[in-house]
Structure formats: C-alpha cells, structure tokens
C-alpha cells in the first residue's frame, strides 16, 4: 500500500506514545483516521491536533471489553463504508514481578488488554479489511515478544501472544491472496510513558529511570518506521537499533542468549 490519502486508518490507543504520532503522520498523509483510547481526555486531544470531532472519528472504551470493540468496528464501517489499515497499538504493561509474585489478576488484567484486545481489533475488523484489494493489520508486540524477559513474565506472555498469532494470520491470509497484509512489530525503547504508568510503577520508580535512560526511540520515529514497513508490506518490523540487536542476538547459540539476557537482567535490577 504506498498511497494512504482517503484510506481509512483504525488506530487504537490513539491518546499518546506511538498511538498519538500514528495518528498525526496518518493525517498529514491524507488518511481518514478513526481513534480509540481508554482515556477520554487524551483521546479528544489528539483528535483535537489531527483536525477535530468534525473530521476524526473517535471512541472512548477499554479494548478488553469485546462488546465495545466489534460495536466500534461495525460504527466505523457505518461512518466511512471501509476499513483499509487497523492498527492495535493499546496496550499496558506491569512493574518488575516476578512470575510467581504476579498474581492472577494481573496476569488476567494485561492479557486481557494486551493479548484479547489485539484479537478482538484483528477479528473484528478482518472481513472489512479483506474486502478491499489491499490492506493492513498491525499489531505491536515488542522485543520483549522476541524472547522472555526475567521479572516480565506476564508482559512477555502477551507480546509473544501477539507474534504468534499474528505470523499465523500472516500465513492464512497469504495462503488465500486476501491481499490483507498482517505485521508484527517488535519495538525496543520508546520514549513514551508506559514504563511510568505501567501498574504498581510507584514501587520501582529505581529500575523506570533505568529503563528510560535506555530509550532511544521516539514516537515519531516508531510512526515512520511502522508506515514504511506497512508501504513495503513487511510482516515483522523492528524499531530502533536496540530492537534489531535484540532480535540478532536471538539467533545466537541458546547459552551465549541466556548470559546477554542475565547481565541485562543484573544491570537493571
């Protein structure tokens, strides 16, 4: 897909980070842009930067909920009449925990937002999307979708979730020429704020600013690298140079993988 003037754009978790600068680089390319976050006032400042109610079609909902989110896919195609790109960006994250000091209802609440909220926006709007000639659904997952990560065992559950399922839909839709392109991207660091309202963020503010430092990406870099591979119909895409050493340094023997991932862990702690 190389020209997005007039295509309608899907994007949820439009109310800031790469959602937010989504929405802008969509709009100066001449997209029609329809936004979701679950922060009302967030959401309508974005919409306010990228043209206004008058022109962006917008909702406010938690995308766990299933209900809200398939009500959300058939309001758009009321409003426009087709869908050309989703993107599920929405997504939280927890403070260092433990596997087992996680308990099940975070496990629950992060898969519920991470992993079900990408399956209800990929399923909802697939039969619109694959009634068009071409088009996209992406879903971000993260590095740490690439290999686990101690003390983000529940974050990481999500995002390997959303790689698997969605190089499995990659496949089918290739397999019958739907011309649905489906992405996965794996961004490392972005100078967002997810790390600092990440749940029970208050307690380990020492390994946030760790983190943070560490960012080296911003979000409208990740927008313009997202929109390039969507352009070249790339079904994985890496963001910043953290994620591609990453993603390389996964290839490498098992033992040499686990002594990088422990000294990182070390590092951070």
Known sequence: MKDFKNKVVVISGAGSGIGRALAVAFQELGARLALNDINADTLLATVTQVGGPAVVFYRHFDVSDQAAVYQFAEDVVAHYGRVDVVINNAGVALAKLSALKTSLADYEWIIGINLWGMMYGTLAFLPHLQKQPESSVVNLSSIFGVHGIPYQAAYSTTKFGIRGFTEALALE?????????????????????????????????????????????????????????????????????????????????????????????????
């Open 173 to 269: 839709e290739r397999l019958h020429q739907t011309g649905v392109v489906a992405t996965s991207v794996h961004p490392g660091g972005i100078q967002t704020n997810i790390a600092r309202s990440a749940r029970y963020a208050g307690t380990d503010s020492a390994t946030i600013e760790k983190f943070e430092k560490a960012f080296l990406t911003s979000p409208e870099q990740a927008a313009q690298t997202i929109i390039a591979g969507i352009r070249r119909k790339k079904t994985r895409i890496l963001i910043g140079p953290d994620a591609r050493l990453f993603y390389y340094i996964n290839k490498l023997p098992h033992g040499i993988i686990t002594w990088f991932l422990l000294r990182f862990a070390r590092k951070m702690a």
